[in-house]
């Protein structure tokens, strides 16, 4: 394994670089679009067609295999975290269920160097990271929700992300596997 | 150490990327003389041989050339009828060029989705509870090997039977196939792959095994 991950080189860049990128890219889809609820939605939905790609890269490089509880997945999606935002946030707040929990982020590299306007006091500016989320899930037939509870950017002490089981998307099962 | 192909095969069942690598040619051309002994028979948009085995031109194959004019269908690139020309005297001795059938395009698309029931049927066959798919399809000149993704992405290398250490190659190739195409902002999923990156690399990793081996992938 030593030697596998020596080949793929996860290049390292810069944090600020994504937060710049990603800053320069909510900055134009506020000028561009009318409403922040709009922005709010288009961020979702690139984050989730990242999702749906993103999924392959993990599964390839990690060579995982199927979560079989929400534990598991749980688990699966923070060291994907910590292999792509280089951050490893805290799964917490589990539903007396288990079909619920949160991701308890105390630093972001998304969220670095910025400040939230009053006027775009509603603007969920780390949305793309609940695309991401639903996106991969939704490839590998985990249908979830995903929200943000509490944001750094609007006063909280850390950026909460709820996750919430909603299906297994049974007809979307590879073959062999049902 | 030779590895024919490469097939991927999307969650719905169509064939997206296909590489033969290896596919070793087999052409035989030899003078006749009048009469004809190979018993030759038209089907299927070509002129193959139905009997009269001899000299490396085998049952199955297909008329290429006629006087090293290429014959397309039943017809000579001229413009005769090919048949017209085996069947008068005149024209002999003649040079005949026989080949195996190449597949096409569309064959392989065929065949790739008939792979995939297959797959599930095997899954479902199974006396044990919970079965993979087909993961080793092994004949006589070859073997196929299948890795199914998570996702539902199936790859399979076919490759000689005595090759060893194919599922490092399938799990190299879900590697690349995650980083050249699904990183490639214009490729959209489900579509065959059309990305030069892709086929380079793929190519690079498999002329890597034949040199060296599967050891240091």
Not at chain 1, 39 to 65: C, F, H, P, S, W
Not at chain 2, 103 to 116: D, R
Not at chain 2, 171 to 195: G, Q
């Amino acid at each position: 394994m030593s030697r596998a991950s020596a080949r793929f080189d996860t290049k390292k860049v810069n944090s600020e670089l994504v937060t710049l990128t990603y800053g320069a890219l909510v900055a134009q889809m506020v000028k561009d679009l009318d409403s922040t609820e709009d922005v709010n939605k288009q961020l979702e939905r690139i984050g989730y067609n990242m999702g749906i790609r993103i999924v392959e890269d993990y599964l390839a490089k990690t060579g995982t295999g199927r979560c079989l509880d929400l534990k598991d997945t749980a688990d699966k999606i923070q060291s994907a975290f910590r292999m792509y935002l280089g951050v490893q946030p805290n799964v917490v707040n589990w539903s007396p269920g288990g079909d619920e929990f949160s991701f308890l982020l105390d630093s972001n590299p998304l969220t670095d160097l910025v400040e939230l306007p009053e006027d775009l006091k509603n603007l969920k500016y780390c949305n793309i990271i609940c695309g991401v989320i639903r996106g991969a899930l939704e490839m590998v037939q985990l249908d979830v929700q995903c929200w943000i509870i509490q944001d750094i950017l609007k006063g909280d002490a850390n950026t909460e992300i709820r996750v919430k089981f909603i299906r297994k998307l049974e007809d979307a099962i590879p073959a062999g596997e049902e | 150490m030779v590895i024919y192909g490469v097939y991927i095969v999307s969650k719905s069942g169509g064939l997206i990327f296909n590489y033969d690598h290896n596919v070793p040619k087999i052409e035989t051309e030899k003078t006749f003389s009048f009469p004809l002994d190979v018993k030759l028979r038209y089907e299927n948009k070509k002129i193959t041989v139905e009997f009269g085995q001899r000299d490396g031109i085998k049952v199955g194959h297909v008329l290429y050339e006629v006087n090293g004019i290429p014959v397309t269908g039943r017809q000579l690139d001229d413009g005769r009828d090919a048949f017209e020309v085996i069947e008068n005297e005149n024209n002999y001795p003649l040079n005949l060029k026989f080949g195996r059938p190449k597949m096409t395009t569309n064959e392989k698309i065929f065949l790739a989705s008939m792979f995939y029931p297959l797959f599930a049927i095997a899954s479902q066959l199974s006396p044990e509870p919970k079965s993979s798919g087909i993961e080793v399809l092994e004949a006589d000149t070859f073997k196929l090997h299948c890795f199914q993704t998570l996702t539902g992405v199936k790859m399979m290398v076919v490759a000689e039977p005595t090759q060893a250490g194919m599922d490092i190659l399938l799990k190299r190739i879900y590697e690349l196939y995650a980083d050249y195409a699904l990183k490639n902002p214009f490729y959209s999923l489900e579509m065959p792959i059309r990305c030069e990156l892709f086929d380079i690399n793929v190519k690079i990793v498999l002329e890597q095994i034949e040199k060296s081996g599967i050891s240091n992938m």
